[in-house]
């Protein structure tokens, strides 16, 4: 098992950036998949990016490629998404997830482990 914790959320003008970082708690992080979802007010939670365990291969949602870029560090027992060129529309509560030796990225019900959240505003 794994225990994941969000935070660096905040209140943000467009075009500006923002870190979030996931540390998590439990053995064997370098064994999970991680991600990044977001969900914004009445819309569906959708996959933001995620990391493979195996050899850190990154997947982004094609709203957020070449702005959004994630990061891990398997020493540290963290996920970082970092965030630039930020609009308005991206404007959600961002949620880690975890899944272990997962080759599935895409679809949050593959990922059984979640962080709490932290909330994004990206203000115009």
């Known amino acids: 098992q794994v225990q994941l914790v969000d935070s660096g959320g905040g209140l943000v003008q467009a075009g500006g950036s923002l870190r979030l970082s996931c540390a998590a708690a439990?053995?064997?992080?370098?064994?999970?998949?991680m991600a990044w979802f977001r969900q914004a007010p009445g819309r569906e939670r959708e996959f933001v990016a995620a990391?493979?365990?195996?050899?850190?291969?990154?997947y982004y949602a094609d709203s957020v490629k070449g702005r959004f870029t994630i990061s891990r560090d398997n020493a540290k027992n963290t996920v970082s998404l970092q965030m630039s060129s930020l609009k308005t529309e991206d404007t959600a509560v961002y949620y880690c997830?975890?899944?272990?030796?997962?080759?599935?990225?895409?679809?949050?019900?593959?990922?059984?482990?979640w962080g709490q959240g932290t909330q994004v505003i990206v203000s115009s």
């Open positions: 439990g053995r064997s992080f370098g064994t999970y998949t």
């Open positions: 997830a975890a899944a272990r030796f997962s080759s599935s990225y895409y679809s949050d019900s593959r990922y059984p482990y």
């Open positions: 990391i493979s365990w195996s050899d850190s291969s990154t």
